[in-house]
Every structure is written in structure tokens, then in C-alpha cells.
């Protein structure tokens, strides 16, 4: 990337960097997926190269694994970490209860296997991921390939009786292919319009034979980092129940990460 950051980028680039102060020497970190988690694995290797930060980083996909390894992350399997402080990762959608919907970017399985596997979830994200109610953002469904179009028939339905405003079913495509996730499965993206019960919608949905997992992340994150493209940024503790504002500095007009 070369040239100044746009507005959205600053506001991506300064949720990222005030999420990386919570991560301290030693500990083992749930590296997100989508382009606010690069930003934040970026900002990581930064501190590892620069400051001599000593972590092991689980990455939720393959591409998070490259970036990682190419910026001087050390790179674990959750198999190895077994457990970790700390995950952060960027969100399509979230609500005043840090309720999410994630896997736009299609990697929801591995990210809410590792954030579960977490003390503690950071989101990082921009003002425009905020919503009053969950829904506008299709909901990722990770499905397996084998009767997909079964699978689809049955989540259809089952939105019959559930608390949602549309209920179009799309098979996630690659061009003209099926979109194929790091685990091999397709992704069916739900458009709800409207999400008026998630809990229930997420329970109902990971039932039907065929499903692995939706993007619904419920009661696991615990902090939200709102960017804006100015620089300020707003810790938000649900736990705490504290919201603190920061402003971050950027090089204006520079690219922050000339070295990669
Ligand atoms: O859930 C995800 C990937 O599966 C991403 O975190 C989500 O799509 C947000 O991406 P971005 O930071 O690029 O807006």
C-alpha cells in the first residue's frame, strides 16, 4: 500500500492500534481475519520486530497465518496453544451487547472456534459497523458441500418461525464457483433485514444436519474498539461497563508500514 490512508483505513488503522496495547509479552493471541485484523497483525508484528514483544499468534485463516508469519509473528495452531489471553478481530456488524455477526470475510468458523477458546475478545472496527439491531449484514452460515442445496431448504424452513424481517438464502460464490472456505465447506449468507432474537436464530440454525456454524457471535466479546477516520477511538468495556476515548497519531501522508 503506498500513499496516504483514506478515512476508512485511518479509521481501521486506529482501532487496531489501541487494541495492541492489551496484548502483553508471553501471551497467546487470536489473530483475527479481514482487513482490520491485517491492520492489527501489522501493528503486532510492528511491536515484535521494533520493541522485541514476545507472543505466539493462533490465526483464524490461511491468509491471516501469511501476513503473520511475513511480519515476524511466531505462528501456533489453537492445537498447541491449547488456550488464549486474548483474541482480536474485526466484526461486520455489532450491537450495544457486543453481540456480533462475523464471516463476511468467510473464515467465522475458525474465528469463533479461537475467540471461544479466548479469556478475553477485542473487536476492532469502524464507526459503520454499528447497529441498533442485528441483521442488515447477511448472516455467514458455514455449511457443508455434501446436500448444501438440502441443507439450504431446511434453514428456509426454519426462518418460517423465527424473528427476522426478509429471508433469502444465497449460496456464496467465487466467480462462477462456490465460495470454499479454509475448511472446505460453502458459506450460505442469510439477508434477514432484521435479527429480532439472535439467540434463538443461532441455537435454531446450528440444529439443522448439514450446518457447522453462523456467524453469530453471542456473549463473547467483551471489548469493542470503535475507529474513526480522524484518529479518535472508544474503548467500550462490556464488563466494565466503561467507555474511554483516545486519539491515535497517524504519519500523514506516509504509509505506516513502508517495510512489508
Ligand atoms: O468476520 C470476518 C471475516 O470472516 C471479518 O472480521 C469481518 O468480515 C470484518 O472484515 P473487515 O475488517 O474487512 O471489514
Excluded: Y
Excluded at 490512508?5 to 492489551?22: G, N, Q
Aim: charged letters at 25%.
Amino acid at each position: 500500500m503506498t500513499g496516504e490512508l483514506s478515512p476508512i483505513d485511518k479509521a481501521k488503522f486506529a482501532a487496531a492500534k489501541r487494541a495492541v496495547d492489551f496484548v502483553e509479552d508471553g501471551m497467546r493471541v487470536g489473530l483475527g481475519t479481514g482487513s482490520t485484523a491485517a491492520w492489527m497483525v501489522r501493528c503486532l508484528g510492528e511491536m515484535v520486530r521494533e520493541d522485541g514483544l514476545k507472543i505466539k499468534g493462533v490465526p483464524t485463516s490461511v491468509r491471516t497465518a501469511e501476513l503473520a508469519r511475513q511480519v515476524g509473528i511466531e505462528v501456533i495452531s489453537l492445537d498447541e496453544a491449547k488456550w488464549l489471553d486474548l483474541t482480536i478481530d474485526g466484526a461486520d456488524e455489532f450491537d450495544a451487547d457486543l453481540n456480533l455477526i462475523k464471516g463476511g470475510g468467510g473464515a467465522l468458523l475458525q474465528e469463533k472456534i479461537v475467540a471461544t477458546a479466548s479469556d478475553q475478545m477485542i473487536v476492532i472496527a469502524d464507526t459503520a459497523k454499528e447497529v441498533a439491531t442485528l441483521g442488515a449484514f447477511p448472516l455467514p452460515v458455514e455449511v457443508i458441500p455434501f446436500g448444501w442445496q438440502t441443507t439450504r431448504a431446511l434453514i428456509d424452513e426454519a426462518l418460517i418461525n423465527l424473528d427476522v424481517m426478509g429471508r433469502e438464502v444465497t449460496l456464496r460464490m467465487n466467480g462462477e464457483a462456490p465460495f470454499v472456505t479454509d475448511e472446505g465447506n460453502h458459506i450460505l449468507d442469510l439477508h434477514l433485514k432484521r435479527i429480532g432474537n439472535p439467540r434463538q436464530l443461532s441455537l435454531v440454525v446450528n440444529q439443522i444436519p448439514g450446518v457447522v456454524e453462523n456467524g453469530l457471535f453471542i456473549d463473547i466479546c467483551d471489548v469493542v474498539v470503535v475507529g474513526h477516520g480522524d484518529g479518535k477511538v472508544e474503548v467500550r468495556d462490556i464488563n466494565a461497563g466503561t467507555v474511554e476515548e483516545e486519539k491515535i497519531d497517524f504519519l500523514e501522508g506516509d504509509n505506516l508500514f513502508n517495510d512489508l
